[in-house]
């Protein structure tokens, strides 16, 4: 298999903090530095999450323009991919980054269980976003909680709702949603296939099913995702000591299965993304 892996690394997120692991970044600089180390170690996207001083989530558009800076500096030409997530904020305050155009967001397009909480991303919130990244020409990164999410977002893109290219990320692992289980990574890799097939998709592993969904999606033609947000650990007996290298076992793992690391110039390719400025 030749096909290039996008390699995307979820550098902090709204959850872990640094009693979970001391090398998650959560101010601005760090996340510049962790991400160089990352882009180093093959990552092509950088999903992106800022925090407040007290590490709590945050959705403030001036620290995301900083951290859009910092990355453009220091890891030119990588795809930058801010969070829209519902963890950060409510309502329109959590697309408020939008306007700053990065090269792609996350995009929740139904509702879902999360541990504690229900995940909440109503039609009326969806429609907002989705009409938001049409505006400022980001393309959306759909992730996928639920079979439901998949199907949706092949129904906004058929609809001419999304910007740009098709971009589906299933996520396997978050308590009381769906499972790391080998035969529903199976049917929706095949789903894309028949509904979707110029479509392009991506899957994550929250927690020890990182490693495990990350070889899945590798050997099947797919990209992936790593990163400290979905997992803090290399092993059951060890922290991971940095995103970077979290993004090496999985370019590791592209190795095994002879799939060349995306470069961020051939994952902007694959993903139809404009050129980097």
């Not at 997120?13 to 970044?25: C, F, H, L, R």
């Not at 962790?34 to 882009?39: D, E």
């Not at 945050?58 to 963890?87: M, N, Y």
């Not at 991303?121 to 400022?136: A, G």
């Amino acid at each position: 298999m030749t096909k290039p892996c996008i390699l995307c690394c979820a550098i902090t997120g709204s959850v872990p903090t640094k009693a979970d692991n001391p090398a998650v970044p959560t101010t601005v600089s760090e996340q510049i530095e962790s991400s160089h180390a990352a882009v180093e170690a093959g990552a092509s996207i950088i999903h992106a999450h800022v925090r407040n001083d007290d590490e709590t989530p945050s959705s403030d558009p001036e620290k995301f323009a900083l951290l859009k800076e910092g990355l453009e500096k220091h890891c030119p030409g990588v795809i930058i991919q801010f969070s829209t997530g519902g963890r950060s904020g409510a309502g329109k305050t959590r697309g408020g980054m939008l306007s700053l155009a990065p090269d792609m967001a996350s995009l929740s397009v139904g509702s879902n269980n999360f541990p504690s909480r229900v995940y909440e991303n109503p039609p009326d919130l969806v429609d907002w976003l989705t009409s938001e990244m049409r505006t400022h020409k980001v393309v959306p990164e759909v992730e996928a909680f639920d079979l439901s999410h998949i199907l949706q977002a092949i129904r906004l893109h058929e609809n001419d709702r999304l910007y740009g290219k098709l971009y589906v990320q299933f996520v396997l692992g978050v308590k009381n949603a769906m499972p790391v289980d080998r035969a529903v990574f199976d049917f929706y890799v095949q789903l894309m296939q028949d509904r979707a097939p110029d479509g392009e998709w991506c899957a994550a592993g929250i927690g020890a099913g990182q490693m495990i969904v990350n070889e899945w999606a590798i050997a099947a033609g797919g990209h992936t995702r790593a990163g400290l947000e979905d997992n803090v650990r290399l092993d059951r007996n060890s922290l991971a000591p940095s995103n970077a290298a979290l993004i090496a076992r999985a370019a590791e793992l592209c190795e095994k299965y002879e799939r060349p690391v995306a470069t961020p110039a051939q994952a902007r390719g694959i993903l139809g993304l404009r050129p980097a400025a």
